[in-house]
């Protein structure tokens, strides 16, 4: 028994092992972003950052250009979604959790068609990507989550499992077993973050009810 609980531990050190400082940075980065975000708490946004500026440069020299690109967004998006968790609501105030009308999911569909079409097209057929639509499709997915998300938006964790979810195959077909490891674990938390934060706008919503 206990030589089958160390198996987890040992592939886990050997992953962790067969890293760059780089990356080991940008994987406890990303991991403690993840967890404060689910949270709520507005630190989580410079640990996004300094992982998704290391994970870059990694899916870029593995040809995702769709996914490189979409780190660099993360960067420019991390800074505003700072920005927003401390001072986006009303009087400057710390946001609140918000749900997306139908005008805003009409408007964001939209933006997402327009922008995955051409985007796969591209990365295929001039970039020579790795699995370029799929590779499109989770760029667009994971733009529009990470707005919503620095937003405040409650739907951004719907979208983040779709995408974690595609990125655990597809990472995992491109050889980074470790990294469809972690894209495992980032579902898992988004799962998390969407009961956790739907359980906090039930009650922001109860409170403001009875306050009316």
Not at 40 to 68: E, H, R, T
Not at 83 to 98: F, H, K, S, T, V
Not at 143 to 158: F, M
């Amino acid at each position: 028994m206990l030589d089958l609980a160390m198996i987890p531990i040992n592939f886990v050190l050997a992953f962790i092992n067969s890293m760059g400082v780089g990356e080991q940075i940008s994987i406890a980065s990303g991991l403690i972003y993840i967890v404060l975000s689910v949270r709520q708490n507005a630190l989580c946004w410079p640990f996004g950052i300094v992982s998704v500026a290391i994970w870059m440069v990694v899916v870029f020299k593995g040809k995702l250009y769709s996914d490189a690109f979409l780190q660099f967004i993360y960067v420019v998006l991390g800074f505003y979604g700072w920005y927003q968790w401390l001072r986006g609501g009303a009087d400057n105030a710390p946001l609140q959790i918000q749900k997306v009308d139908r005008k805003l999911a009409l408007r964001l569909t939209a933006i997402g068609l327009i922008t995955f079409l051409p985007l796969g097209y591209v990365t295929e057929n001039y970039l020579g990507a790795s699995f370029p639509w799929w590779d499109a499709l989770t760029t667009v997915l994971s733009l529009i989550a990470q707005y919503l998300l620095a937003k405040k938006y409650l739907e951004n964790w719907i979208l983040w499992i779709t995408a974690d979810a595609m990125y655990i195959v597809i990472y995992y077909l491109k050889g980074w077993t470790g990294y469809s490891g972690l894209m495992t674990v980032y579902t898992i938390m988004a799962i998390i973050g969407f009961i956790g934060w739907l359980k906090s706008y039930k009650a922001d919503h109860e409170q403001q009810c009875q306050c009316a």
